[in-house]
């Protein structure tokens, strides 16, 4: 482990060198986690925050208090051994999804993680005119994570050019103040965010989606999908929105 920063008591990020042989597709998830002198190792699925052109590894985590891992995992330091599982999967890559002129991604939580990697992707920008990420926390200090990664992004020698002309960040807070404090599904569902935004109301002509979060956020945010004309893709049958749930143990 290279480098760990925490966000709030619920949240935090951590980077870990990247193997030579370890290859990934920017919004894949693969298992990671500790393995304690003497016991099993506790392993958990975990989107890759980084984009598969960096050199090291970046997650985003949840700390559950008494989850078998992140109240493990929470603890390290730089120069802790972090286990890498060897293969790295998931429908939150741009092969799933056909062609279009928009890509939303929608997030809660740390459901960002997967469009950290996506955003910071030049295969974003040279897929899509415009790139709408959006996240929604409980708390304005849990949004900390998104705003250094699409400030990254667009301070990047490789994608900020394009980041600055093509992506909006978009964020919303549920239980504390802030100048947006529905959930995105509410947002969504009134048509607010696209108010907002100044762009038209979801449409399978031209909009493309992906949608990472807790399984009541998927489930609500994919029946809106479906209600808006869109049909889930995946690798083998790419298609107009993809989901995918955010682990946490
Ligand atoms: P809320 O505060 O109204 O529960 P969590 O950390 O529990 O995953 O929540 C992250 C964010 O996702 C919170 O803002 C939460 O809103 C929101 N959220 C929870 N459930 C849903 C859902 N079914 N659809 C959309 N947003 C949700």
């Not at 393995?35 to 890759?48: C, H, M, V």
């Not at 909006?168 to 935004?197: A, C, M, N």
């Not at 999908?225 to 690798?235: D, F, R, Y």
């Amino acid at each position: 482990m290279i480098s760990v920063k925490h966000y709030t008591d619920r949240m935090f990020a951590f980077r870990i060198t990247r193997p030579a042989s370890f290859r990934f597709r920017s919004g894949e998830f693969v298992m990671i986690g500790l393995e304690p002198p003497g016991e099993k190792p506790i392993l958990r699925a975990y989107s890759i925050a980084s984009p598969s052109w960096d050199e090291e590894l970046e997650f985003f985590s949840i700390k559950v208090q008494d989850g078998p891992l992140t109240s493990k995992l929470q603890a390290i330091r730089p120069g802790d051994t972090v286990v890498l599982g060897r293969k790295s999967v998931g429908t939150l890559v741009h092969d799933a999804l056909t062609p279009g002129e928009r890509l939303y991604l929608f997030s809660t939580g740390t459901g960002f993680a997967p469009f950290a990697s996506i955003i910071r992707d030049p295969e974003t920008y040279e897929r899509f005119r415009q790139v709408i990420v959006t996240h929604t926390c409980r708390e304005v200090g849990e949004l900390a994570y998104g705003f250094d990664t699409v400030e990254a992004a667009r301070n990047d020698p490789l994608v900020g050019e394009q980041a600055t002309a093509q992506l909006v960040h978009y964020t919303s807070v549920t239980r504390e103040p802030w100048k947006q404090q529905k959930r995105i599904t509410t947002l969504i569902e009134t048509g607010e965010l696209f108010r907002d935004l100044g762009v038209p109301p979801l449409d399978p002509a031209t909009d493309r989606v992906m949608i990472c979060g807790s399984l009541d956020m998927l489930n609500d945010t994919r029946a809106l999908a479906e209600a808006a004309g869109l049909t889930e893709g995946s690798n083998a049958k790419p298609a107009e929105f993809v989901v995918e749930k955010a682990f946490v143990g």
